[in-house]
């Protein structure tokens, strides 16, 4: 027979689906940031792209750090795009 | 946002109080907690809970696996705003106890998440009275039924798992309502 085991505070009110709701996004949003921890610290980490890094900020080309991650992901988009369209990857 | 099951997750440290883990044994899915989180702290008054819910064994295994970590005793200071906190549990209109002593172990359990040098970014809690107190005091909640959700998001769990799941924790007394598991099912199973 399977053990069972007593359920905990049997006069707790029920949470409900607006409430499950919120937890998974609470969750979701929690696993995004250490995501995001994760790859900002790996990108920083590396001497190659703090000097690139340095190197746009100091031409005023950035605002600052993000702005110039961002702008190097579109960029890399738009020129990559015509590659992706020809292989269907694009359109996903 | 769905994700493959096998794709890398970069977990997070919590700290939980004892219903969530709770449900998770009852279920026998504890793998849903590893998969989402590298630390669960406790509080040392839980693990008196976990002995009286018949967990001790499983609460044991978790910990020499260092899953679960039992956070270090609460100082004299922290043991004061913890009764503060029970007594503001106990007094909410959703608690099923009036006395805050039953209450203590949650109201630990949010000072340990609340401690800075442990990094807890979410707190596991399914009792509502404790998570209207919880989010008075700023922190991020989320709880066992989250964890499911997620995991269906994922593409782990078919809304018949977790029908499943969330009906095993029903049937040995925790409460789930039936529109709650199948609000789970509806929105987020594969």
């Known amino acids: 027979m399977e053990k069972r085991i007593a359920p905990h505070e049997l006069q707790a009110a029920l949470l409900s689906a607006e409430d499950v709701d919120k937890d998974v996004a609470s969750l979701s949003e929690a696993l995004m940031e250490e995501r995001a921890r994760r790859i900002a610290r790996n990108v920083l980490l590396r001497p190659d792209m703090r000097q690139i890094l340095r190197a746009l900020l100091e031409s005023g080309a950035c605002e600052n750090e993000e702005e110039a991650i961002a702008r190097g ?20 | ?31 849903l907690l590893k998969r989402y989180f590298k630390t669960i702290y406790i509080a040392p008054s839980q693990v008196a809970e976990f002995e009286k819910h018949g967990a001790a064994k499983e609460l044991d295994d978790l910990t020499r696996e260092g899953v679960v970590v039992l956070a ?14 029970a007594r503001r549990i106990a007094a909410q209109p959703s608690s099923g106890d009036p006395d805050y002593h039953g209450h203590l172990p949650e109201a630990e359990v949010m000072i340990v998440a609340a401690r800075p040098e442990l990094g807890c970014v979410r707190i596991l809690l ?65």
């Open chain 2, 1 to 31: 946002m769905m994700e493959m099951p096998n794709e890398k997750i970069d977990k997070i440290t919590v700290a939980c109080n004892t219903g969530p883990l709770i449900s998770a044994f009852q279920c026998g899915r504890i793998d």
């Open chain 1, 73 to 92: 992901l579109k960029t890399l988009s738009v020129a990559l795009s015509p590659a992706w369209e020809g292989s269907g990857r694009g359109s996903r």
């Open chain 2, 126 to 190: 399914d009792e509502l009275a404790a998570r209207t107190v919880a989010e008075e005091e700023g922190l991020r909640i989320t709880g066992f039924p989250g964890v499911v959700g997620r995991a269906g998001l994922d593409g782990l769990l078919t809304r018949n798992d977790i029908r499943h799941v969330l009906s095993l924790c029903q049937q040995q007394g925790t409460h789930y309502s039936d529109q709650l598991i199948e609000h789970v099912a509806e929105t987020y199973g594969r």
């Open chain 2, 72 to 85: 270090e005793a609460l100082t004299a200071d922290e043991k004061e705003q913890a009764e503060m906190l």
